[in-house]
């Protein structure tokens, strides 16, 4: 009988154990994905182009501007609730939204390059064009599968009128998320 009560403590401490370290993966993961999208399509508006006698002129950006423009850090915002899909082991986990924190948006911050904060849902609907973040990202569905792969569509609007769409695939390679694929389903 005590054998039976001992084994069966022993289960679910395993049990409570694994499944924290398979919560912790998710948002190590979540956090990644994130911090890569955000990286790599954020960019700051391009300076206007030069004025000559009343008339714009057009003409390539120097390559000096350019650089500039990658090294710029933005005030990036993020919705602050996340869609998980249907696929895999982390819907029994989490449940099938992840609510995005503070310790989520400080690991965020410490991967990405650019200022990364929770977006304040009562700021946003006050007014179109919104002056408090410069890019504003809504991670619609989250997909993890089994195969180490990951997809995901993204939205991004620099204000309550003005977004893209895009659809995202991802892979883990090496212990690290890399985009795969990026198609874009909306224009400017």
Request: glycine content about 6%; aromatic content about 10%.
């Amino acid at each position: 009988m005590r054998l039976r009560i001992v084994i069966t403590y022993l289960i679910g401490i395993t049990t409570f154990f694994s499944c924290n370290h398979k919560s912790f993966d998710l948002n190590n993961n979540v956090e990644e994905i994130i911090s890569i999208t955000i990286d790599s399509l954020s960019f700051p508006l391009p300076p206007l182009p030069e004025i000559v006698n009343d008339s714009l002129v057009s003409g390539s950006i120097s390559e000096k501007t350019k650089d500039s423009l990658k090294e710029v850090r933005m005030k990036v915002a993020i919705y602050p609730l996340i869609s998980l899909g249907s696929s895999e082991d982390f819907l029994k986990l989490k449940g099938n939204k992840l609510s995005l924190n503070k310790t989520l948006e400080n690991s965020i911050n410490k991967i990405s390059k650019h200022n990364v904060v929770i977006a304040d849902t009562l700021v946003l609907k006050k007014t179109i064009d919104w002056k408090e973040y410069d890019l504003l990202y809504r991670f619609s569905k989250v997909n993890f599968n089994s195969d180490s792969t990951c997809i995901t569509s993204v939205g991004l609007s620099r204000s309550g009128l003005w977004g893209q769409g895009y659809d995202i695939y991802y892979e883990k390679k090496g212990g690290n998320w890399k985009i795969i694929k990026l198609y874009k389903t909306e224009k400017w």
